[in-house]
């Protein structure tokens, strides 16, 4: 539901009208169901006030706001990838990877790209995120050979785009 606009579900529950939509949570989605007014007598609405009044609500809660959909969506980030790529590099049977070179990828990974690119979505990591690391990798004096590994590493586990 994430991924698109909600409208809600207009429905009576007992004396109450409820508007009925998803949340994304970090357990996972949940279906919420918030009072509109009651059925009859004093503060009834009609249908169209109902679905007014519905649509008040699952904007009041943020729920189609476009930057928490698009945060919905991104998905993977660099550093969740990174720990699966070394891992998998690590336990795979097929052309192995040393265990020097396992513990290299991880300091680097450590020290130098989680803090800085880590939190990003794979799908915002491109060029000009590229180019920012190693402007900084050049800045911090590292050598041109850490320079091209390191980088080598951010390909290897995020194609840049």
Same mark, same amino acid.
């Given at each position: 539901?994430?991924?698109?606009?909600?409208?809600?579900? /207009?429905?009576?529950?007992?004396?109450? =009208?409820?508007?009925? =939509?998803?949340?994304?949570?970090?357990? $996972?989605?949940?279906?919420?169901?918030?009072?509109?007014?009651?059925? %009859? $007598?004093? *503060?009834?609405?009609?249908?169209?006030?109902?679905?007014?009044?519905?649509?008040?609500?699952?904007? &009041?809660?943020?729920? !189609? !706001?476009?930057?928490?959909?698009?945060?919905? #969506?991104?998905? +993977?980030? =660099?550093?969740?990838?990174?720990?699966?790529?070394?891992?998998?590099?690590?336990? +795979?049977?097929?052309?192995? /990877?040393?265990? &020097?070179?396992? @513990? #290299?990828?991880?300091?680097?990974?450590?020290?130098?790209? !989680?803090?800085?690119? *880590?939190?990003?979505?794979?799908?915002?990591? !491109?060029?000009? /995120?590229?180019?920012?690391?190693?402007?900084?990798? @050049?800045?911090?004096?590292? &050598?041109?050979? %850490?320079?091209? +590994?390191? =980088? $080598?590493?951010?390909?290897?586990? &995020?194609? @840049?785009?």
């Amino acid at each position: 539901m994430a991924s698109r606009y909600q409208q809600g579900h /207009v429905e009576k529950l007992g004396a109450w =009208f409820y508007v009925r =939509f998803r949340v994304d949570t970090p357990e $996972g989605r949940k279906l919420v169901a918030e009072r509109i007014c009651p059925a %009859s $007598g004093p *503060g009834s609405l009609s249908a169209a006030q109902q679905r007014w009044k519905a649509q008040e609500i699952i904007m &009041s809660k943020g729920i !189609n !706001n476009q930057k928490k959909i698009i945060e919905a #969506n991104l998905g +993977t980030t =660099f550093r969740q990838q990174a720990e699966w790529f070394i891992e998998h590099a690590r336990t +795979t049977t097929r052309k192995p /990877v040393a265990g &020097s070179t396992i @513990v #290299n990828w991880q300091s680097c990974v450590d020290k130098w790209l !989680n803090p800085r690119i *880590g939190d990003s979505p794979l799908s915002q990591i !491109n060029n000009a /995120v590229a180019k920012n690391l190693v402007s900084e990798m @050049v800045a911090a004096k590292l &050598s041109d050979k %850490s320079i091209s +590994t390191y =980088f $080598g590493l951010v390909k290897m586990v &995020s194609p @840049v785009r």
